[in-house]
């Protein structure tokens, strides 16, 4: 389904990206229409793929999680990539996946609590996994930036 997004819904969006649990009265309020339009449009939204869901964000290093890396991953195969990609999201340390162009075939962002089980996922499940040929880990130091596109 093709949708072309006007002001209103770019307003929406927005209203949504800054606190998903927002009423939709209260967004309609601010935007000058009814309840009714907001929950129209937003179930449009959904109905074209606009909008994907909502999500709790958690705080990984309050969880205990105190190592994120990005793991980019040298394939032996380029024929390897859907393999490899799906056993990738059946590892829990691994939080995305991408396939990319340039030296990577594959760029993963996992999380961890310790150096240490950074170091025993490395060895003992990435670079376990057959397809993969080599891989070389960036540790986050820290994140400054963390958004969506802006609307």
Do not use: W
């Not at 949504?16 to 937003?42: C, K, M, N, W, Y």
């Not at 179930?43 to 909008?51: C, D, P, Q, S, Y």
């Not at 089980?117 to 963390?146: M, N, P, R, W």
């Amino acid at each position: 389904m093709d949708y072309e997004i006007d002001d209103v819904d770019r307003a929406i969006l927005r209203a949504l990206q800054a606190d998903a649990r927002t009423p939709f009265l209260e967004i309609a309020r601010a935007l000058g229409v009814s309840g009714g339009t907001i929950h129209l449009r937003v179930g449009r939204m959904k109905e074209a793929g606009l909008l994907k869901g909502t999500q709790v964000v958690l705080d990984h290093e309050k969880l205990g999680y105190g190592v994120s890396a990005f793991v980019g991953i040298i394939l032996s195969k380029a024929g390897a990539s859907v393999e490899t990609q799906q056993r990738l999201r059946a590892i829990p340390e691994i939080v995305e996946v991408h396939y990319t162009t340039g030296t990577y075939g594959l760029l993963a962002k996992v999380v961890v609590r310790t150096i240490p089980d950074l170091y025993a996922f490395l060895s003992e499940k990435l670079q376990a996994i057959e397809e993969i040929q080599s891989t070389e880990t960036f540790v986050i130091l820290h994140s400054s930036v963390g958004r969506d596109v802006s609307l």
